[in-house]
């Protein structure tokens, strides 16, 4: 299966356990991996044939910038549903980090893959 990729989309959000996660918005970094066959609009040339990327960026960062999660989980979730039943992938993977979350650290991180 061909893949359309978003690399490092990075967003702000309330996300975290501790209290001063519930406070104020901090800095998360996403990837998207869309699973999707690129052979018609390869051939066509026609954008109504494949999976817009910078809709798909435009709406994963609203969604994330409305969340109020406790974990990376949930969000990844939420994202990978946004991706397969609004923009009709056929799979997904959902790479979530966090780079505040651990002193010692460059990120700490999610990633799921999901298929329909």
């Known amino acids: 299966m061909d893949r359309i990729c978003i ?11 501790l209290d001063w996660e519930r406070k104020r918005p901090q800095k998360i970094v ?9 052979k018609k609009p390869a ?5 109504e044939d494949t999976i817009n990327y910078t809709q798909v960026a ?18 990844a979730e939420e ?9 009709r992938a056929k799979g997904v993977m959902v790479k979530i980090a966090k780079p505040a979350a651990i ?3 460059k990120a700490a991180s999610v990633v799921i893959h999901r298929k329909k």
Do not use: N, P, Y
């Open 79 to 87: 994202i990978a549903s946004l991706c397969m039943d609004h923009f």
């Open 43 to 47: 051939r066509t040339c026609k954008m």
């Open 7 to 17: 690399e490092q989309l990075v967003a702000k959000c309330i996300l975290g356990v």
């Open 58 to 75: 435009k709406e994963v960062l609203q969604h994330i910038q409305k969340s109020r999660h406790f974990l990376l989980e949930t969000l």
């Open 30 to 38: 996403v990837d998207l991996k869309l699973d999707w066959d690129t």
């Open 103 to 105: 002193r010692s650290a």
